[in-house]
């Protein structure tokens, strides 16, 4: 069955371009021109990924990511004007999974959507033992949910966060660069881009963390990369 993808703008001719060309990649396509119809559609249907506009009218691509993002993990690529920086950390810093910036090549985005979707799919066979345990957190890789003692519901992580944890989940006590990170999660193509991997590493933080500026879970070392450090460990 083909996976579906949403694609939210208000532009028509951007509409038909990427309906057009993620059909010949033999995806299936629904459409919405602003954030409230992609809403609608999105809790009436099976979605896959979704990529959403910033400037819609009616409810506009940032509201729209943050909504969705309180029930729902779904891959999200936001479509953003070339070179603004501050709408693509701030879509990153919302939940969105990656960006594409306008005007864009039929060979980038399908390169993006690709990269996203791969990401999605969380391999859960990775390890023998269904739950990991590191300080106050769980993380139980049946169900794909991570967990901190005492609560009563999952932490709410996007499938990208959660790529990004289990790469520490898997290399306890190991430094792992940010090029390595950038590569093994997002893919080569992404290796000098670093700005997506801070952002998503902010974000873990923010919902692992008791303290965010003094984490235990996620630590950096200055100029090597980041670590989860070994459990006999005490570090901030």
């Not at 249907?45 to 506009?60: A, K, R, S, Y």
């Not at 029930?71 to 939940?95: C, F, H, N, Q, W």
């Not at 303290?211 to 989860?228: A, D, F, K, N, W």
Request: hydrophobic share 40%.
């Amino acid at each position: 069955m083909a996976q579906r993808i949403l694609v939210v703008d208000d532009e028509v001719r951007y509409q038909r371009l990427l309906d057009a060309n993620l059909r010949t990649d033999g995806y299936d396509i629904v459409t919405a021109s602003n954030g409230l119809e992609a809403i609608e559609i999105f809790s009436s249907q099976p979605i896959d990924l979704i990529l959403l506009d910033v400037m819609m009218p009616e409810l506009d691509g940032f509201d729209t990511c943050q909504r969705i993002r309180e029930y729902s993990s779904v891959p999200i690529i936001m479509l953003t004007a070339k070179g603004d920086e501050k709408d693509r950390v701030r879509g990153l810093d919302l939940g969105a999974d990656d960006y594409l910036s306008k005007p864009f090549s039929a060979t980038e985005l399908l390169a993006r959507v690709r990269a996203v979707l791969r990401r999605a799919q969380v391999s859960t066979d990775i390890t023998q033992a269904r739950y990991f345990t590191h300080e106050d957190i769980r993380v139980d890789f049946a169900r794909a949910e991570v967990w901190r003692d005492n609560e009563s519901e999952p932490i709410p992580l996007s499938a990208t966060e959660y790529r990004v944890l289990l790469q520490f989940v898997h290399n306890v006590g190991k430094i792992i660069s940010a090029e390595e990170l950038l590569t093994s999660i997002w893919g080569p193509e992404y290796r000098d881009e670093k700005e997506i991997l801070w952002v998503s590493i902010a974000r873990l933080r923010q919902k692992l963390e008791k303290t965010p500026h003094s984490p235990v879970h996620i630590v950096t070392r200055t100029g090597l990369g980041y670590l989860m450090p070994p459990p006999e460990e005490d570090e901030n």
